[in-house]
Every structure is written in C-alpha cells, then in structure tokens.
C-alpha cells in the first residue's frame, strides 16, 4: 500500500503547487496594492510589502470616483442581466409550450443568431444608438445588450425537459397560462434561470468593448473602462492602479463563490447539455 | 426537440361559408397568448440583435463616418482589405494568438481536469480556486500581467534568473509579446474548460476502467482507449468554444500591449475597433467585422464536419 498513499500524496502536493501558481497573480495584485509609492514604483520591483499602505484605497477612491464607477458597472450589469432573463423566460415558454403559426422560423431567426460574434452588431448599434440620442445613458447602455438569443435558447432546452403534467394539473385546477408560468413553470426552472442570470451578469461585469464606445463620461462609465482611463491618467502608479484593480474585482470574487454552484452548473449544462 | 408545427387545421375550413375564422377559437386564443409572451422579447431581440446584423451589411456597402451623410461604395469595402498591410497583419496576429493558445488552454484544462479527477478529498475546494481567474475581471487582472511581465526584475524574470535564463523585454519586444499575451489568456481562461472535462471525467463509468484493468491494460491505453473517446463530446465543445473566443480576442491586447509593438499583437476586434471608432470608417470596420463572422462561420463549420469522425456519441 505504500505505493498508492506515495502517489496519493503526489497528487495533493502537484495540487497545491498549481493551485498556488495560479493564484499568484491575484495575490500579487493585492500585495502590490498595499505597498508604498516608492517601493510599488522602485526600479527593481517588489513583492512582498516591506510597509502596508492601506490608506491606498481612499487615495485611489480619490484619484477616480471608484465607487461611482462600480454602481455603475452594478447598474449595467444588473439591468441588462434582468431584462435578459425576464423576456427570455418569457420567450423561452412560449417556444417550448405554445403553438402558434411560424413558431419554428422565428426560432430558427433567433438560432441563426448565436453563432454571429458581437463585433458585427458592434457597428449598426452604435449608430443606432447615436441616432436616438442614447450615447452615455442608461436605455443606451442596457437595451443593445439585453436581447441575445442565447438565454431565449438555453431557457427553452431547460421548459422542455419539464413534464407537462405539473402544468397540465394546474391548468385542469383553472390557471391560466400566464398563471401556469409563474406558478409552476419559473419555480421549477430557478437553477436554470440563476445560471443564465450569473452568466449574464459576470460577462456583463467583465464587458469592455461596449461601454467604451457607448459611455464617455463618469455618468454611465463601468469599472473595466474606469481602469483603463485609470491607466491612461495615473501611468503606472502600480500601487493604486493595482488597488483600482483589486477594488473592481473583489465584488465580482465574492460574488463568484456565493453563486459557483450556479457558474459550475452552467459550464457544465453548456458543455454537456449542448449535444 | 419538439419543434412540432401547428397541425394543419387552418387551411381546411376555409371553403366554408358560414365561419370566415379558419381556425377554432382557442387556437387563436393560444397564439395571441404566445405572441404576449414572445414580444418583449422579440421587440429587443429584432431591434438590437437580429435587425443590426441586417444593418451591418448595409453599412459595410456605405462609404460613412457616422457624421457626414453616407454614400455608397458597393464592395470598395471588402477590396480595400487585399491590400491593407493592417488588416492582414491583424489576421495573422489572430490566427497566431488562436493556434497557439487553444491547443495549450485545452492541455492544461485536461491536465488538471485529470489530477482532480484523482479522488482527491477537497476537489470542490481546488476546483473553485483553480477557476478564480475564470472569474476575474479581464482589464483589471491584464494590470497585473503588466506588472508581472515587467523586463527588469519583474516576477516573471525573476523566477525565469532562478533557472539561469535572462528573460526577455516581453510586452515591448517584437517576439515575445504575443505569447506573453498568449500566457496571460491560457491562465485567464483554463478554468472553463477544466470544469467541462472535469464533469465529463466524472461521467465516465468505473466499470469500464475496471474492466480494461482485469484485461491487463496499461494507463496509457485506458486513457487513449476509455478516457479520451468518452471525453471527446466535451473536448469538441471546449474546442470550438475556445476558437470562436480567441478569434475575438481584444480586453487584454488592449489593456497589455495596445496592439504593439507595432502591430505585432494588433487582433482583428481590435482593429474593427480602431477602424471604426477612432478613424470613424464605420462601413470599412463594418466589412472587417463580416470578415470576422465568415472565418468563423468556416472554422466551425470545419470543425462539425470533423466532428463526424471523431466525436463519440453514446445514445
């Protein structure tokens, strides 16, 4: 047996290794933050702070409205996570239960959709959204990023696994379909509807491409874009700009260990649901 | 799939004379009710996804920059590409950044997919930091690959002196910022696909494994045999996922080299966002963004049909 607890303890010491590697640059990125100016920006960089700063993080909330930036990014990436799931759930229902003429070309219309990458609708957005006046404010922001076919998709997989009898019972009791919906079909589909919703919000939190072009002033300016102006104003102050850092993704850290049960069960849905 | 079409009640009652409705009453009642349900959807979905993609191939027939009237330019578009030196340049950074970060993200998700599917006691907890950096936010963590890559006694270059190797300038060299950019973006992604395989891995039935064992097989063979045929549904996912995402690739060559040195890390988001938002040639960016649309229409359209032969399907 010594052969197997020796491989055994092999495998949880190479764990720990990788584990510790990984994490080297998050916990890089927040000893940093906590080092003095002239240590943070010496010619010979250094790792572990010799002093701890944590005044850092007031100055950096000093140096860039922070805070606002992250309401910000909490304002976008809340409404257009809420939007998505709402109408898709909607939408998802009705494809997956109700018949009605051309229920299959406009399914198809929203399929042809997922494999056309952001970039190309990038473009006819903006101008869209110019011509309404919708630069730097919220409607602009949210509404172009709220509609995608991929919740409507993952929604409407996730209704058609669930037996029609728990509906049927509810309508022979005299529900309507509105009811039947929101009575037994969205309590069902709760992990279903908070995966699609993590996802949503964690790429939304994670979106830089859109804001840039659509926010140009602190009004609607999201975390990712505030770090880069953040780059752009300060240079390489590394010790704020790496505590900006670690402000902006601590929420989405925290975040991310309350809902893994989700994240995971999403990853895994997508990557072996999709058959 | 159920995907069943409405029965063809419709078209039979027309002929008669007395009942102009062609269909019953609840079947009206059921697709007013869908379409109730569909609309807040539909409205959003056809003025923000669906209707811009019509648009996009408007405007890359347009001569605009957004603020003077357009006017029309046919395919002169799509011809300025064959000899903008950018545009290929753009493409071959692209394909470069894909080639070489897919196949190592898929080994080292596979790699530690495998050491977690060794029966070790705390999976969940290695798993969830393993898949921190999945979940960081791209801009803010290219910050401290900056750091990290700085040329002097950076911490790259640091540990690289330990084992005798004088690191190069990185980020500012002409070869060595792109797998530095590379580096950045297997680290930043590995997690996804190491929950995939992770999952599929635990999927894979012991028996099959004891069985090969009480037929003398070695590792290898059980891996190459067991492991890698029930795996392939979720390597071919991962796969096609990760092309079609590193095809997109922009927040960290933005953040991290800004394209250079040169144009040696410029990727193709990058420059449709160039051409477009700070040129304003908004039907040119327009053209290279369908560009973008057609290598992966191709590229996954290859993959399917490779799939074919090598996806193994159980049913």
């Not at chain 1, 990125?29 to 943070?40: G, I, T």
């Not at chain 1, 172009?144 to 993952?154: D, E, N, R, S, Y």
């Not at chain 1, 609607?220 to 505030?226: L, M, N």
């Not at chain 2, 963590?141 to 911490?155: C, K, M, N, R, T």
Request: charge should be positive; hydrophobic fraction near 55%; proline fraction near 6%.
């Amino acid at each position: 047996m010594t052969t197997s607890e020796l491989r055994r303890k092999l495998i949880v010491f190479t764990c720990f290794v990788v584990t510790a590697i990984t994490l080297v640059p998050v916990v890089m990125m927040v000893l940093v933050a906590f080092q003095s100016d002239a240590e943070s920006m010496a010619a010979k960089p250094s790792f572990w702070p010799s002093s701890w700063h944590p005044e850092n993080l007031t100055r950096a909330f000093e140096l860039v409205p922070l805070g606002k930036y992250l309401l910000n990014t909490i304002y976008f990436a809340a409404g257009t996570t809420l939007l998505e799931t709402a109408t898709a759930a909607l939408a998802a229902y009705a494809f997956a239960r109700l018949n009605f003429p051309g229920r299959s070309w406009l399914f198809g219309i929203y399929l042809a959709t997922l494999m056309i990458p952001s970039q190309v609708t990038l473009i006819p957005q903006f101008v869209l959204v110019a011509k309404l006046q919708g630069i730097d404010t919220w409607p602009g922001m949210i509404l172009p990023h709220a509609f995608t076919a991929i919740g409507v998709f993952l929604l409407r997989q996730f209704f058609l696994g669930i037996p029609r009898d728990y509906e049927e019972a509810a309508r022979l009791d005299g529900a309507n379909r509105w009811q039947a919906f929101v009575r037994v079909i969205v309590p069902l589909a709760v992990p279903a509807i908070a995966t699609l919703a993590v996802f949503k919000f964690i790429g939304q939190w994670n979106n830089l491409l859109w804001p840039l072009v659509i926010s140009n002033s602190d009004a609607t300016r999201t975390a990712s874009v505030g770090l880069q102006v953040f780059q752009d104003t300060n240079g390489t102050q590394w010790n704020l700009l790496l505590m900006a850092a670690t402000v902006t993704t601590v929420p989405l850290i925290v975040l991310f260990f309350l809902t893994q049960r989700w994240f995971i069960r999403g990853i895994t849905m997508s990557g072996l649901g999709g058959r | 799939m159920a995907v069943d079409t409405a029965p063809p009640a419709a078209a039979a009652p027309t002929t008669n004379t007395t009942n102009s409705k062609p269909t019953p009453r609840w079947r009206n009642r059921e697709s007013l009710t869908a379409w109730l349900f569909i609309l807040p959807s539909l409205i959003g979905f056809l003025s923000f996804t669906a209707g811009p993609v019509i648009a996009a191939g408007v405007i890359s027939l347009l001569d605009w920059n957004l603020f003077s009237a357009p006017t029309w330019a046919g395919l002169r578009n799509f011809a300025r590409l064959g000899p903008d030196p950018t545009f290929w340049s753009a493409l071959g950074n692209t394909a470069y950044f894909t080639l070489v970060s897919v196949p190592l993200t898929i080994l080292v998700s596979l790699a530690l997919a495998l050491l977690l599917n060794q029966g070790l006691k705390r999976v969940a907890v290695f798993r969830s930091l393993l898949l921190l950096p999945y979940a960081t936010i791209t801009v803010a963590v290219a910050f401290v690959w900056i750091w990290l890559y700085i040329p002097h006694d950076g911490l790259v270059n640091a540990v690289l002196g330990w084992f005798g190797i004088s690191g190069p300038q990185w980020l500012i060299s002409d070869t060595w910022a792109m797998p530095a950019l590379i580096a950045m973006s297997v680290w930043k992604s590995f997690g996804f696909g190491m929950v995939v395989f992770l999952a599929g891995l635990q999927a894979i039935p012991q028996q099959l494994y004891e069985a090969a064992r009480v037929d003398g097989t070695s590792t290898w063979q059980s891996f190459r045999n067991i492991t890698l045929p029930m795996l392939s549904p979720a390597l071919f996912f991962v796969i096609v996922t990760s092309i079609i995402g590193s095809f997109q690739v922009f927040d960290q060559a933005l953040i991290m080299t800004n394209g250079g040195p040169g144009t040696r890390t410029t990727t193709l988001v990058m420059y449709i966002y160039r051409t477009g938002f700070e040129n304003y040639d908004q039907g040119y960016a327009a053209a290279q963004s369908l560009v973008l649309f057609g290598f992966i229409v191709l590229i996954t359209a290859a993959q399917f049909t490779m799939q074919r032969k090598l996806v193994h399907y159980d049913n």
